[in-house]
């Protein structure tokens, strides 16, 4: 009698030390390699960018007056203006302080559709378009741009949680923007 409570003791033990290493070992699977994966990216500082995890000051802006309310603007990350994030924007859609959502394709208008892009020596490295039928460049995985003010005074663009996957290496980019400031007319 006592060899059988004595094995009912173990029985229950194992199965018991059993469950505590399967429940690890299904949290610790399931647990990814990069926590911060899809959690939101912390804003960047002002007058900063922030490309995979990686904060680089704005050196100076410009921006293009295209035609009718079309706008290009320039963040330069490097003095001799080799790299930089770039912006395309319609001012009468985009430039109203309001979120603009780069997970979607913008409904059809006149003018410019967003665009970002970041490039070294006119090597884009991402680019993100709302163009409708644009089907060659993608959209972002994730993340919101806001445009307000106007291209001849201030202007403010603000990129939040920026995630898109690479024009060459396939890989997903992260982007985070705050610029409040003045830009030269190219």
């Not at 647990?31 to 939101?40: L, P, Q």
Request: net charge positive; hydrophobic share 35%; glycine share 6%.
């Amino acid at each position: 009698m006592k060899t059988k409570n004595f094995l009912a003791s173990c029985a229950k033990a194992t199965f018991a030390l059993a469950a505590v290493v399967m429940m690890s070992a299904m949290l610790t699977s399931c647990s990814k390699d990069n926590d911060d994966n899809n959690g939101e990216l912390p804003d960047a500082k002002p007058n900063t960018v922030v490309i995979d995890g990686k904060e680089r000051p704005v050196l100076s802006a410009q921006y293009e007056d295209r035609r009718d309310n079309d706008y290009g603007f320039f963040l330069y990350l490097d003095a001799a203006h080799k790299e930089y994030v770039y912006f395309s924007i319609n001012s009468k859609v985009h430039l109203t302080g309001k979120p603009i959502d780069l997970t979607k394709k913008e409904p059809k208008h006149d003018g410019y559709y967003w665009w970002i892009s970041y490039a070294i020596d006119s090597q884009q490295k991402f680019v993100g378009v709302g163009a409708p039928l644009d089907t060659e460049r993608l959209l972002f995985n994730t993340g919101t741009v806001t445009f307000s003010g106007k291209p001849e005074g201030t202007i403010s663009i603000k990129v939040a949680n920026g995630r898109i996957m690479g024009k060459e290496d396939k890989k997903e980019h992260t982007l985070t923007v705050r610029y409040v400031g003045t830009a030269e007319k190219k």
